[in-house]
């Protein structure tokens, strides 16, 4: 397929427009869907978010348009704040060399009567469904003369819940519109507009192998259950990311997540969809400017974000399907750029679903360990040493030479106060890795001094971290610092505790209740054959299941009621 732009034959004002923008070749979606658009047949177009859309319909809707008719004539829905403004923009660009061209963008948060003014004027409104039903009620935008309706990102404005605002406008227009329809996916809602409000329409779907992502390294590391947010901070501070993204599922999480990194020292910034737009807005300025470097989002918050130099995204929450994993991840490697994607995954489903995903991708998603505490020890103090020798390259004041020679008159020899130096430079970042240790607690359940035991109860019984602790010190009267790495499968749990104490910990824990249910604890012995725990976990219960069960077979026995012999005797 020839995808120049100049086998389009644009006018002269949009070819110029486009020349100035650097476009040369079409993407596929352009390529198929401006001709089909030009028509004036309406469209179904199935594509993902970055392929080029705007341009696929925005190049035939200015082609449309009468700019003699002081009148709105394009309208053109969008799911969120950004992707209007992000579309407004990508539109006013193309038409900057035309005349009387007018773009309104409308959406919620922003001032009513200011956009009252420029409808007035428009020819092009680009806006959210509920802020436009919004002018509708007010009469302050009339669609009798609307020529082509877009609905851009229309899945995600049915899983927003704008079903009705969409029919509701579409049943205000001419029916001899020409109704425009893009979405990465084609659901039964999808289905059902497009069956009831457009009229023989043309299908155009990009292939899924569009949707490979280049220049993207991506893997995925596995963590206990209720550890994700110190398993988050750790890869955080190991990889320093110039700038990055966190993706969550709900806004709830977003919110949490958000704290928990402020909290821990770290310039992010959160978005979601309930934020008021001078909030959305101040976010968004922040990290674009580089004020805060990590920006926490939902992924319909995420649409419209165009940042080119990110080079992490991060998989909070594991993608709701393969079309939003493939738009998380497009948010770095642009540009020709390297970029890393990283899925957070607790449990055997979790695995599963990046599994999956990988496998309709056609994606490598490499499996990673989580780096230990001194691993991050390590790699903070290579990042520190070379950022110092590349500062000593300069050319020292005398000043600072007598203030040297002033310390080292008072006895203190140069080795001694270069590394307190150090010390003092890089004390308070190395302070703030021995704040995770409790999560690395790796070395604590593999050292001389450590060994683990297994408990009969994990995350299928809804068991936390904090559910073990608390019952372990509970019931044995050890502090929660003496206590390991908590590791939870789905029906049992993997703990480190000091060698010496365990005999004494084992017996206190038989009868012990976690959540109700009564657990059986053992040694945890590793088949070197296998390192899988799911494998493990039979043969470390046998024996002390055994001794469990004789032991409560005998409590039972205790409580029993006697028999009444004087009344047996009677019967006789």
């Not at 993902?48 to 705007?54: A, I, L, V, W």
């Not at 009339?142 to 406008?169: C, H, P, Q, T, Y």
């Not at 809804?462 to 050890?478: E, L, S």
């Not at 053992?522 to 039979?538: D, H, T």
Request: charged fraction near 30%.
């Amino acid at each position: 397929m020839e995808k120049s732009f100049d086998n389009l034959y644009l006018s002269d004002e949009l070819k110029r427009a486009v020349d100035d923008l650097g476009f040369t070749e079409m993407t596929d979606i352009q390529a198929q869907a401006i001709p089909l658009i030009r028509t004036g047949s309406d469209v179904i177009g199935r594509s993902q978010t970055g392929t080029g859309k705007t341009v696929a319909f925005a190049i035939p809707a200015l082609e449309t348009l009468d700019t003699t008719l002081d009148k709105v004539q394009i309208i053109i829905l969008c799911p969120t704040r950004e992707l209007a403004m992000q579309g407004a923009g990508e539109i006013k660009k193309l038409s900057r060399f035309m005349h009387k061209v007018k773009v309104c963008d409308v959406y919620g948060g922003a001032a009513m009567d200011r956009q009252i003014l420029k409808i007035k004027k428009a020819n092009i409104v680009i806006g959210t469904p509920g802020r436009i039903m919004d002018h509708m009620r007010r009469r302050t935008l009339k669609l009798n003369d609307v020529k082509m309706v877009v609905l851009d990102e229309a899945d995600e404005m049915l899983s927003m819940g704008f079903r009705e605002d969409i029919e509701e406008i579409l049943s205000h227009t001419p029916d001899d519109r020409q109704t425009v329809l893009f979405s990465a996916t084609m659901p039964k809602e999808i289905l059902d507009i497009t069956e009831k409000f457009q009229r023989n329409p043309l299908m155009i779907e990009i292939a899924s192998q569009s949707m490979t992502v280049e220049h993207i390294k991506q893997s995925f590391i596995e963590v206990p259950m209720g550890k994700k947010m110190d398993a988050l901070n750790m890869l955080l501070r190991y990889f320093s990311p110039k700038r990055a993204m966190i993706f969550c599922n709900t806004k709830a999480m977003v919110e949490d997540l958000g704290k928990y990194l402020k909290e821990n020292g770290f310039d992010s910034e959160s978005l979601h969809g309930d934020m008021q737009q001078s909030s959305r807005t101040r976010v968004m300025d922040s990290f674009k400017s580089g004020l805060s470097n990590i920006l926490i989002a939902t992924d319909v918050a995420a649409r419209g974000i165009d940042v080119n130099d990110i080079d992490f995204v991060f998989n909070y929450d594991i993608p709701q399907n393969r079309e939003y994993y493939v738009h998380r991840i497009g948010r770095t490697g642009r540009a020709g750029k390297e970029g890393s994607a990283v899925t957070i995954c607790s449990g055997r489903r979790q695995i599963t679903a990046i599994k999956d995903i990988a496998k309709s991708t056609k994606s490598d998603i490499e499996q990673l360990d989580l780096p230990s505490t001194d691993d991050l020890r390590n790699k903070l103090a290579e990042r520190e040493l070379n950022d110092l020798k590349e500062k000593l390259d300069i050319n020292v004041d005398d000043r600072y030479l007598r203030l040297l020679n002033d310390l080292l008159s008072d006895g203190i020899s140069l080795y001694d106060l270069s590394a307190k130096l150090l010390q003092i430079i890089m004390g308070d970042k190395m302070e703030q890795i021995s704040s995770l240790e409790s999560f690395g607690r790796k070395n604590r359940g593999d050292d001389k001094d450590f060994c683990k035991i297994i408990i009969s109860i994990g995350r299928n019984r809804r068991v936390a971290p904090n559910h073990i602790m608390c019952a372990i010190a509970d019931r044995t009267g050890i502090s929660g610092k003496e206590i390991g790495k908590i590791e939870i499968y789905d029906d049992h749990t993997i703990v480190g505790i000091p060698k010496d104490k365990a005999d004494e910990i084992i017996l206190k824990m038989i009868g012990c209740k976690i959540n109700s249910h009564v657990v059986q604890t053992g040694v945890y012995k590793e088949n070197k054959k296998s390192a899988n725990p799911e494998k493990n976990k039979k043969v470390s219960l046998k024996d002390n299941q055994k001794r469990d069960s004789r032991k409560e077979y005998k409590k039972e026995r205790s409580f029993r009621k006697p028999k009444d012999k004087s009344k047996s005797k009677k019967k006789r």
